[in-house]
């Protein structure tokens, strides 16, 4: 995933914001993280359905450059972030992992190709990996990964639609390993730091 090069606005005001927060502390309180992220998981769809949440403006401006990452919330109590992510047409990530943090990721508005893949064996800093699965995920749809099996790709296939997803983290997410195609399935790994966009004044 790209590194960002500006600061973190870690709790921003929108409609819904105590809504979305109280339907987070409630799923975390599940304890197990198959429980958590599950629970995460329906919340997530329920809330994306929901009228009365909605995002801030300036989630929905992207960065041509780069795909937006805007810290809109971190818990002082339980340590999550929340985190939308704002995808311009033909903007997505390389392999990459969480760097062992749970995630539920919803997609919010527009249309998103994620592709999950399976560790299939490492050689010091090259990793062999094989597609495991993909899926083209629209407004309303979540899921989860839970390390080990956090490997995926997220891309914004459209030629012309803007893409929004949030992500909530059991932690806030500052770096990660990202993945490189070198020869036939295997990769060269490196490590990103990562950093959130300020929102547009």
């Known amino acids: 995933m790209a590194a960002m090069n500006t600061a973190a606005l870690p709790d921003l005001a929108f409609p819904g914001r105590d809504k979305l927060i109280a339907a987070v502390d409630a799923a975390i309180a599940q304890g197990d993280e198959h429980a958590v992220t599950a629970a995460l998981r329906n919340s997530m769809c329920a809330l994306i359905r929901d009228r009365e949440v909605q995002l801030p403006d300036s989630v929905f401006e992207p960065i041509d450059d780069h795909y937006a990452r805007r810290e809109l919330y971190r818990s002082p109590e339980h340590g ?54 993909g899926m083209h995920a629209g407004p309303g749809s979540a899921g989860s990964l839970i390390p080990p099996h956090e490997y995926h790709t997220i891309t ?46």
């Open 80 to 133: 999550y972030s929340v985190v939308a992510m704002t995808w311009a047409p033909g903007q997505g990530t390389p392999i990459h992992d969480h760097c062992g943090l749970w995630c539920v990721e919803g997609v919010w508005d527009g249309e998103l190709e994620i592709t999950q893949y399976e560790l299939l064996e490492s050689d010091g800093e090259r990793f062999r990996f094989r597609a495991a699965g």
């Open 156 to 201: 914004n296939a459209s030629g012309d639609t803007v893409a929004i997803s949030l992500h909530i983290y059991k932690a806030a997410m500052e770096c990660c390993s990202k993945f490189q195609p070198h020869s036939g399935e295997w990769f060269l790994r490196t490590d990103s730091a990562l950093k959130t966009d300020n929102a547009p004044s």
